[in-house]
């Protein structure tokens, strides 16, 4: 089992540089040993550099980001 397969934000934060050093070293130890986790951030890289090239196509209108945040700050259900 990885660190990851319960604990999708670190990733995500490792992927950000968000990580202190210490973590996001045990981390990147992880990532080199195990071919699963490698192949999943190889995979997220990608469609991190996919999202980065359409941000440059698509500026949203004003009225779509009032409308996102809209439904962000609504409650959430707990189902």
Known sequence: MSPFDRNDAA??????????????????????????????????????RSLSVARGRFTPTTEFRRKIQQQIAKPQHSW
């Not at 990580?19 to 990147?28: D, E, K, M, T, V």
């Not at 699963?36 to 190889?42: D, F, I």
């Open 11 to 48: 990733l995500a934060q490792y992927l950000d540089g968000e990580l202190p050093p210490g973590q996001a070293s045990r981390i990147r130890q992880h990532i080199r040993e195990c071919p699963r986790c490698a192949a999943e951030v190889s995979e997220l890289v990608g469609l991190k």
